[in-house]
Every structure is written in C-alpha cells, then in structure tokens.
C-alpha cells in the first residue's frame, strides 16, 4: 500500500524557523505549528480519535482553526470542516450528509488566554505522525449544489496531493512564497491553501474574512504574492485600486479567480490595473483546480489548460469530463458544460442544472450574465429560471447597479448582443445579491424569488 509522509512533519523537518502562519493573533514558525499540533493532537479530547475517523471541526478562520485542523491530520482522522456561520438548520443538514462521529469546536479545545503555539500544546514527545495511504480520504467537504442539501464530498490523500502539486506547477513556486487566505476554511477553496502551503513549506497569512480594503493593502504593500479570490472579490479589490490610484506591487505573481465566470469587464479592468489575474476552472471533487491560466494571460479565451495531473474531455452533449488522480477514481463526468479549444483551453459555459429549458431552447444564464456585466452600470448580475405557463421556463435577471438604471435600459443592452428567446422577461434591481456561506451567489434563494415573481408578475420590476 502506498502512503504519503505527513506533509507538516516534512515541512516542519525542511523549513522548522520559516513562517508556516500569520495572523492577526498568532504567527507560527513551521517546528512551531508541528509542536503545537502534535501536542494538541497527544492530549484529551483528541488523544481519544481513532485514525481514520470522521471529525468535525468549526470555529473561526483563526490560527487555533489552523491548529487543530493539522492535530486532526497528525492523528490520521477524517477531517470534517464545518461552517462557523453556519444556521442551525444548515448545520443539521450538513452533519446528516458528512456523518462525523464527534464534532470539536475550536473554542473548546483552548482555554481562553491560552494561545496556539504556547507551551500548553508543546511539553509532549513529539514523534513522527502515521503516514496517510494514498487512498484513504482525509478530508470530508460538505457542498450544497443547485438543491441546497448537502453533499459529503470525500478527498483521498492522493487527490489533494495531485491537486496541490499541480496547482504549484501552474501558478509557479519560490520558497519565500506568502499566500493570502481569505476564502471559508470549510470549503476547497480556502482549505487548499493551507495544504499547498503544509506540502511546499510556504507561509499562509490567514484573514479572518474578506476585506476588500485589507486585501489591497496587502498586495499594494508585496506582503503576499498569492491570493485567491471569488470574482465578485476581485471587482471590490479593482474598485479600491481605482479609487486610490495605487497599483499592486511587482512581488504579486497571481490572483487566482474562481468560483463562478468572471465578466470580461472584469478581466479588463483587472489587466489596466497590472493585477496578474489567473483564471481557473475547478470543483471540490477535484480538491479545487482542474484547468487554470498562467498569471497574466489576458489574450486568451476559456479558463486555461487542464493542470499536469488531469485532463478534460467533452461528451456529445457538451458535458465536461475530468480524468485522473485529482477526479475521484481517477473519472468524474462533471455537471458544467462547456468545450476545448484549438490550443486545448477548456471553456466552460455553465452548468446542467443552471441551464434554462424555454419551450425546447436551452438558455445558459452564463451567457446572458456575461452580457450584463458589460453594461457599464451594472455591478453583478445572476440570471436563474423562473416557471412560465407558456414556455415552461423563463429567464430573469437579479442585478447590482451602479447608479440609475432601469429594466428598459438593460433590456435593450440585452437586445442588442443576444437572440431575444434568450434575453431576460424581468430584471429585478437589488442592493446586495443573496450569498452562501462559501462567498458564492446563493441561486436557489434567487430561484425561490423568482417562482414568486411569477406567481405575482404585478410585482416584479
């Protein structure tokens, strides 16, 4: 059976006075966080987990969060990364689909006054932690897709290894590396920055949120020269850029975008801005990126070519397709649609169970969100199905305005770059659109809006 040493344990041998972590309470050396780790992980309650069991763990995006993630792994469980923020209800729900045997809150595990890295966590003999099998899961990610109810998405050591090592290759290493981490710790997205730094001995500054104006003083100042961000972050940190004329410094190598599309708008304003934007395609059942741009490529269209370790192929009916040892059993037949390039980038135009299905007409509200944001007033926009007794369905539109801006005026935008089947029958103006925990547009809210809407088409704008 194949294992793979520890990847902290290896930093911490490789790198023990490097910076592991920073922020704003606590900043860890690698032999720091091992000592604290291991010596959380030798005491009650986490001397009592079994390897290979499933835990939870919710709290803060703090350096205790960090912690007791990596005291998890150094006992070989299952870790179970929950929402902190999460309802009582989603909580429920996603403890019914990931199943944990115990659950652990941060909180609990240090006593107040008590911080990471203290010698309450370090007077133990610390030994060389279980390797992890390849095979084995050892990460459990809780997602909630187009239905809401939650998904326990099982990583094996080897995908987040993969994937980890693939991202490094695309995006590029230095050893003084800094990544800014300010995605959820409970989904792929924020959590595989911790692993990509645990696996190349680089350093993680961890933000308790996002800030927009925190993070462009990060990168304005060079102290970080990675960051990965949702889109709808990305226009906030172009907004402040504009707005204090400062640019980001030469040390900021990539800003990873993901998540959802990214507006061309978007791009282009993150191009006169210097900022050196990588666009990238990837799922939580890849554990993050499949397909990614090297930074600043601009001139080029889709998300970019599949990483070293996978590849993308297209069925008949569009549906992508992601092949080796990031996908789960080495095949995952996705639920986005979208096509290759002649250069081999893969492009992607939406999801299957986005799609809009008006009278026989397949709609993409990709397409026709992507022609919103080029409207110069409109600041987001998300296109979802509304029920039609006619058609069965049809599309509308929830917008984020800058300024005035009517239902006519965008209409005739829309009129102007699409096929009228495709354009929107209503748009609804709204001063923030609805979000889940992960930082995304919460669509399902905006779907239970719209059936409203058409249930009462007096009503709607």
């Known amino acids: 059976m194949l294992t793979l040493p520890n990847p902290l344990a290896g930093a911490a041998l490789a790198r023990p006075d490097a910076l592991a972590l920073v922020t704003p309470g606590a900043?860890?050396?690698?032999?720091?966080?091992?000592?604290?780790?291991?010596?959380?992980s030798a005491r009650a309650p986490l001397a009592l987990v079994a390897p290979n069991a499933r835990v939870?763990?919710?709290?803060?995006?703090?350096?205790?969060?960090?912690v007791a993630f990596h005291a998890l792994l150094w006992r070989r469980a299952v870790v179970v990364p929950l929402s902190a923020r999460a309802t009582p209800e989603e909580r429920a729900a996603a403890l019914l689909a990931a199943a944990p045997s115990v659950v652990f809150e941060t909180e609990a595990l240090f006593p107040e006054g008590v911080r990471p890295g203290s010698d309450l966590h370090t007077d133990v003999n610390i030994s060389e932690p279980p390797d992890w099998p390849l095979e084995a899961p050892r990460i459990v990610v809780c997602t909630s897709g187009s239905t809401g109810r939650p998904k326990a998405v099982e990583l094996t050591a080897a995908q987040l290894a993969f994937a980890a090592f693939g991202s490094t290759l695309r995006l590029g290493h230095a050893i003084d590396d800094r990544w800014l981490a300010c995605l959820p710790l409970h989904a792929i997205g924020g959590l595989s920055i911790l692993l990509r730094a645990a696996f190349c001995a680089t350093t993680v500054e961890l933000h308790a949120g996002f800030d927009a104006a925190a993070i462009t003083a990060a990168l304005v100042e060079g102290r970080c020269a990675l960051v990965s961000l949702l889109p709808s972050m990305l226009a906030e940190v172009c907004s402040a850029l504009e707005s204090s004329g400062a640019r980001p410094s030469p040390r900021v190598r990539a800003v990873l975008v993901g998540g959802?599309?990214?507006?061309?708008?978007?791009?282009?304003?993150a191009r006169a801005l210097d900022l050196p934007l990588s666009l990238t395609w990837g799922m939580t059942e890849t554990a993050a990126q499949v397909a990614t741009w090297f930074p600043g490529a601009y001139d080029t269209a889709?998300?970019?070519?599949?990483?070293?370790f996978a590849r993308v192929e297209t069925e008949d009916d569009g549906r992508l397709v992601v092949r080796g040892p990031v996908a789960p059993g080495g095949r995952l037949r996705t639920a986005d649609t979208g096509a290759i390039t002649a250069d081999g980038a893969v492009t992607v135009e939406g999801r299957v169970d986005d799609l809009v299905n008006s009278g026989g007409a397949k709609i993409s509200p990709a397409e026709v969100e992507a022609v919103l944001a080029r409207h110069p007033a409109v600041l987001e926009a998300a296109v979802v199905a509304a029920p039609d007794l006619r058609f069965g369905a049809r599309p509308v539109a929830f917008v984020r305005a800058r300024g005035a801006l009517d239902a006519e005026a965008l209409r005739d935008h829309c009129h102007a770059h699409l096929a009228r089947h495709k354009c929107p029958d209503r748009f609804v103006f709204l001063s923030e659109l609805p979000r889940v925990s992960t930082g995304k547009v919460d669509r399902r809210a905006l779907l239970s809006r719209a059936a409203v809407l058409a249930a009462r088409p007096s009503e709607s704008t």
């Open 27 to 40: 900043t860890l050396t690698y032999a720091a966080l091992r000592a604290a780790a291991a010596g959380l």
């Open 260 to 269: 959802a599309p990214t507006p061309a708008a978007l791009v282009t304003r």
């Open 302 to 308: 889709g998300v970019g070519p599949p990483l070293a």
């Open 56 to 66: 939870g763990l919710s709290g803060p995006p703090d350096a205790r969060w960090v």
